[in-house]
């Protein structure tokens, strides 16, 4: 017999499995068809149902309705689902004169009792296949999962074998479905929509046509995106055997789905609406709360748990889900295993959502209890066994003393450990408030503290160790990025004796599944040339440490060094980053100390001032008091506004670019970040938290830039590698590369120079959006190319062209941000390609290649020194090195004199000027003397106006002889004051040459 490869046989094997598991098969025809496609109900199973737990009440309505009563009760109920939504009658039940009648029965948190069991095992689950929902049309549905009637469950199943994938399904639900239809308005009937094929599986709570969001609802593979291969099943098998199965959906259904509300703001943050969505667990969050709860009652209280996921794993959702669960947990006597628990974290958003989550699984306020007061409230709370705490790492070494003395009473504490001191303001800080000491004395010791103790995590390592080993505390840490020490004390033992995370989702799963942005993508370093010349007669012997980091200080605060760089962000945001998420886009400066800080914020206005740009404004944030000389500067004075506003002040739509000293740098959520400017050194988790400030997604926004003036790419990269899978940069990028790529492309034969020029020729009357004519021409020529592509090449060669191409475009529109050199038939073949990739024929590889329409115009003279971009490996995972102890050898300062430490920072940054330099310098003047547009405006301009015109074109020259003598026109670029000399100097001698 043939094997059956169609969709229908991977239907029937989905019902086949469920209805071995609790599920009864139901075909809706007939009347149960009709009053289905009328009231988006399988009204016959709701009142079987209804009379075999609640007859005793429908007997009662049937008295106050008459013989009609079930007419009007299914009324009352389709008017209290579009009224309260589902979810809430699901939980809450219908009530109908006086009668209250439950929809469904969930399953007690105890055995004892006896009468809610069984109501529980009477649940009705039923699925049906090919279910069609409306009289308007002949669609139907592939599958359909109910509970007692309410169409909860809705399925589109795709075969690869008939050509049809996952992609089809989310497709189909986003075109062939109605979101005004009954079925499938929101929180009105079905509470998810999968989309499914034997590979992969995607969800979405809510149909909005085109803008429909599906999530991915996969265990991930390898450390990345997808499903492991499964021996003898489908891949997605969990979907119907584990997470569809009628306890499972149930337990779902009452303890995870909520309806999350947010505030909609105008652009002066003022509330003017409230979106609300239905959030459903992604299967990560549900097997790592549910994995916990199985754990701790397996193995009691005491135990530690490390939690590895990944920003964009959704853990303000799994805290909040594992803490309601863990303060509703039993044990075989029915007794809560926790008394309390216990969350540690500086999130306000965990706040606010904890509560209303619980607020909805349990429908009761009080449960939650956030300690925002001081000591004796924490106590109170912990004495009276509030259910769930929520309160800050400030606090956390007074918890410890507290629960060590309360030996008899058991506790859960949850550490969120990725979202710590936001405001900047660390543990010393608010404990020492309450003492004689100065708030700026506080603030001190925090920056020092911080120093000197890498991470959150490490600080609070410190605190559990100093209190001994808790048998009566059970700690679940919730980690990105974990440290030695982390691991140790919070790992679970493998079976190679080492500790291990007991969850992960992973930085790489995160990036590929879309829920973070890759930040290493778009990477380019800076290289500062500087010299410093000695200014004293004598030579005295120094520290060459001391001397060393001293001249390094002297160069980054100096004013030049400020303002130069100041020039280099601003322009560059101007030119980039600013028309980025639909004009949005925001950056950050993170800068190397808190007077950095100052002096930035004042060059940036300074010169923000002097240009006259008027639309855009900058916000500081550093902690205390910072003397420049003699003169005072704090946040709020810089800012003119409080330093609880800025988070709010910086998302709305006034301020553009905050400057950063160590505060922002970690626990800082803002989508809207794009760009960040880079001035400080960093390394090891420090580099991965503050890059990642960046990788938050929203509308609109598809990449993130770093522009890094310190640090070197192999550092970076060497940083982020421990956490991208259970933790790549590619080599740095040599702009060279373009010209290997035009070779990769030329043998092919895909496109000839005359419609390269021509194409170009028509984008640079830059009509295309307005001219038809044109249009028309554009099609024709790009047309030529796509033939030949179609005709002549094998479908390997095909694929390994587009390849190319598209990685030729890539490279190039990259490049064209930072670039030092100007090639115009590199040009031609970008703007040329750009056009030709978009009419090849597509497949699903092909997704996001293309580049933006104006992206080439646009930046073309933006030119900056480009140095590397960055690429995380796949290495299935890597170890970190345990933390070592002991006491470091002393190591003798060596005494040097002070030329010899100027020598060797002149070797690295700078180089001497040689006769070389200086005809390089009249070759520039003999091209600009050579040029009949400089002659023109030499002749008909007075000296001032000449200088105007001759200022604008003078970089253009400059690059253009870029390649004769780069470490000299790199002074140009990277010195203000030099290129400024050079510039006046050339301009009176090209003036009075030419005017003889």
Known sequence: MAIDATEKGFEANIETSLVGNGYEKRLLEGEASRLFKKHALDVEKLFEFFESTQDKQLKMLERSYGAGYKKKVLERICDSLKKHGVLHCLRHGIKDRGVTLRLVYNKPPTTMNQLMNELYQKNIFTVSRQVYYSDKHNNSLDMVLFINGLPLIVMELKNQFTGQTVEHAMNQFKKDRDPKEQLFRANERAIVYFAVDPDEVFMATELKKSKTYFLPFNKGNDGGKGNPTVYNNYRTHYIWEEVLLPDSLLDILFRFVFVKKDDILDSNNEVISERKMVIFPRYHQLEVVRKLEADVVDKNVGHNYLIQHSAGSGKTNSISWLAHRLAKLHDDNNEAIFSSVIVITDRRVLDKQLQDAVYQLEHKAGMVERIDKDSNQLANAITGETRIIITTLQKFPFIMEKVSGLERKKYAVIIDEAHSSQGGKASTALTNILSDKTLEDAYEEDRIAEENMDTLDEQIVETIMKSGKQDNVSFFAFTATPKPKTLEKFGTIGADGKPHAFHEYTMRQAIEEGFILDVLSNYTTYKTFYKIAKSVDDDPLVSQKQATKKLAQYVSLHPHNIAQKTEIIIEHYRNFTRHKIGGRAK??????????????????????????????????????????????????????????????????????????????????????????????????????????????????????????????????????????????????????????????????????????????????????????????????????????????????????????????????????????????????????????????????????????????LQYYRNQKVFEGSIELEKTGGQELKPTSHGTAGVVEDEKVRLSSILDKLNDRFGTEFTETDFLSRDQVKADMLNSEDIQQKAKNNTKDNFKFAFEKSFMNFVIDRMESNEKFFMKILANEEFKAFIMEDMMDEVFEEVNG
């Open 587 to 856: 950056a950050m400066v993170v800068t190397a100390s808190r007077l950095h800080a100052v002096r930035y914020k004042i060059a940036f206005d300074r010169y923000i001032d002097k240009m006259g740009y008027d639309d855009l404004k900058t916000i500081v944030a550093f902690s205390g008091i910072v003397k420049d000389g003699e003169l005072p500067y704090t946040e709020p004075d810089m800012n003119s506004f409080s330093e609880k506003e800025l988070p709010d002040k910086f998302n709305s739509d006034e301020y553009k670019v905050l400057l950063v000293a160590e505060k922002y740098q970690t626990g800082f959520d803002e989508p809207l970040l794009h760009t960040m400017y880079v001035d400080k050194p960093l390394s090891g988790i420090k580099a991965v938290q503050t890059l990642s400030r960046l990788n938050r997604t929203c509308p609109g926004k598809d990449d993130t830039f770093v522009l890094d003036f310190v640090n070197d790419p192999e550092e970076i990269k060497a940083a982020f590698q421990p956490y991208y899978e259970t933790t790549g940069l590619e080599e740095v990028t040599d702009p060279n590369i373009l010209y290997d790529l035009q070779a990769e492309l030329t043998p092919y034969q895909v496109y000839t120079e005359e419609e390269m020029n021509a194409v170009n020729e028509l984008e640079i009357k830059g009509g295309f959006t307005k001219s038809a004519k044109e249009q028309t021409a554009l099609n024709a020529w790009i047309d030529k190319g796509v033939e030949r592509f179609k005709r002549d090449l094998s479908i390997e060669e095909q694929e390994a062209f587009k390849s190319s191409a598209a990685k030729f475009t890539r490279t190039y529109a990259f490049v064209l941000q930072i670039a030092t050199f100007i090639d115009v038939d590199l040009h031609k073949r970008y703007i040329y390609l750009n056009y030709l990739l978009r009419k090849l024929p597509r497949d699903k590889s092909d997704k996001d290649i293309y580049m933006a329409d104006d992206v080439a």
